[in-house]
């Protein structure tokens, strides 16, 4: 795939869910612990053409990034460029392939969602051989060449997100849908749920758990096989924001809007309107946009010669129908 400039243009190919997808999130996709500083060796690049390698591009979140991506790096007077995979899952090797295309394109620094880190590893570590910056959001690890993470602290996302469910439910028994066992900031942030569930709701336990391994299409049906195997489920949380849908649907189709609870991450447009309505409880967002800005703020530090560190925090908020921020 080619790089898209200028963006709006660029987002022919895009429609998130996620992170999530999440990236999420696809979010929702958030960002795991760190260890050891990034420090700069070499001669410092100067920044002409800046990078964003959208994971999700049929995730509003992600489109969230770039448009505060594309505002920050016009700040600094370099050329944003924005790619992104095609379809309506997340592509690892899609991404990969696109980080290829824009090292061998010339860009002077990228901003990267590695998913899961090791596959990344190769392409991550041939930019920074290039003096090509390479800032992650919400994902990654030092180990495989990136200089710092922008994101979410995806522990404390999950905490945030036990909070708001225990208030209305304390005694929630859950069911969870995340990416993969390998997708580490669905990982962290299950951790941060479970954790902040046992010190402050002793009585709220994840009874069922399962994975779409990349593929929204299969949420409808492992919901529902959910459901059906654990009828005890008063609480469904689906990490994608691509499952999120599937998960109301899931809930409606028994008549059990009300009685199971549904939550998730990412204020976008669709969620805010189902919180509205009843059908979802709450969400945790993970300020998208702060990411964009910070990604693209880490980039001008690193071409300034400034150490870094490994990790730096955007702001997460749980909203739910009592909070819910104007329009």
């Given at each position: 795939?080619s790089?898209i400039?200028p963006?709006?243009?660029?987002?022919?190919?895009?429609?998130?869910?996620?992170i999530?997808?999440?990236?999420?999130?696809?979010s929702?996709l958030?960002?795991?612990?760190?260890?050891?500083?990034?420090?700069?060796t070499?001669?410092?690049r100067?920044?002409k053409?800046?990078?964003y390698v959208?994971?999700?591009?049929?995730?509003?979140?992600?489109d969230?990034v770039?448009?505060c991506?594309?505002e920050?790096?016009?700040?600094?007077?370099?050329k944003p460029?924005e790619?992104?995979?095609?379809?309506s899952?997340v592509?690892?090797?899609?991404?990969?392939?696109l980080?290829?295309?824009?090292?061998?394109?010339?860009t002077?620094a990228?901003?990267v969602?590695?998913?899961?880190?090791?596959l990344f590893?190769?392409v991550i570590?041939?930019a920074?051989d290039a003096g090509?910056y390479?800032v992650a959001?919400n994902?990654?690890?030092p180990?495989?060449?990136?200089?710092t993470?922008v994101?979410?602290?995806?522990?404390?996302l999950?905490?945030?997100?036990?909070e708001?469910l225990?208030?209305?439910?304390?005694?929630?028994?859950?069911?969870?849908?995340?990416g993969?066992a390998?997708?580490?900031?669905?990982?962290?942030?299950?951790?941060?749920?479970t954790?902040?569930?046992?010190?402050?709701?002793?009585?709220?336990?994840?009874?069922?758990?399962?994975?779409?391994n990349?593929d929204?299409?299969?949420?409808?049906?492992?919901?529902?096989?959910?459901?059906?195997?654990?009828p005890e489920?008063?609480?469904?949380?689906p990490?994608?924001?691509?499952?999120?849908?599937?998960?109301?649907t899931?809930?409606?189709?028994r008549?059990?809007t009300?009685?199971?609870n549904?939550?998730?991450n990412?204020?976008?447009?669709?969620?805010?309107?189902?919180?509205e309505d009843g059908s979802?409880?709450g969400?945790g967002e993970?300020?998208?946009c702060?990411?964009?800005?910070?990604s693209?703020?880490?980039?001008?530090?690193l071409?300034?010669?400034?150490?870094?560190p490994?990790f730096i925090?955007?702001?997460?908020t749980?909203?739910?129908?009592s909070n819910?921020?104007a329009?």
């Open positions: 795939m790089p400039t963006r709006r243009a660029a987002l022919a190919t895009l429609a998130i869910a996620a999530t997808a999440s990236l999420s999130g696809c929702a958030s960002g795991g612990s760190v260890a050891a500083s990034s420090t700069p070499g001669d410092l100067e920044v053409t800046i990078t959208n994971p999700a591009p049929f995730y509003p979140s992600f969230d770039g448009q991506f594309e920050a790096a016009k700040a600094n007077g370099w460029v790619v992104g995979t095609a379809g899952a592509d690892n090797q899609g991404a990969i392939d980080i290829s295309q824009a090292i061998a394109n010339g002077d990228l901003v969602f590695p998913t899961i880190p090791e590893t190769p570590q041939q920074r090509i390479v959001q994902a990654g690890a180990s495989i060449g990136q200089q993470q994101g979410t602290d995806s522990k404390q999950g905490a945030l997100i036990a708001g225990g208030a209305t439910d304390p005694a929630a028994k859950v069911g969870i849908l995340s993969s390998s997708t580490t900031p669905h990982v962290d942030e299950i951790t941060g749920f954790d902040y569930a046992a010190e402050h709701f002793p009585d709220m336990t994840v009874v069922a758990s399962d994975y779409t990349g929204p299409t299969k949420a409808p049906e492992l919901f529902s096989n959910m459901l059906t195997a654990h489920i008063t609480a469904l949380f990490i994608e924001g691509t499952s999120v849908a599937a998960a109301i899931a809930v409606k189709e008549g059990a009300g009685t199971i549904v939550v998730a990412d204020l976008t447009a669709d969620h805010r309107a189902v919180i979802l409880l969400v993970q300020g998208w702060e990411s964009g800005t910070k693209v703020e880490a980039v001008k530090k071409s300034e010669g400034e150490t870094l490994d925090p955007t702001t997460s749980f909203y739910d129908i819910l921020p329009k």
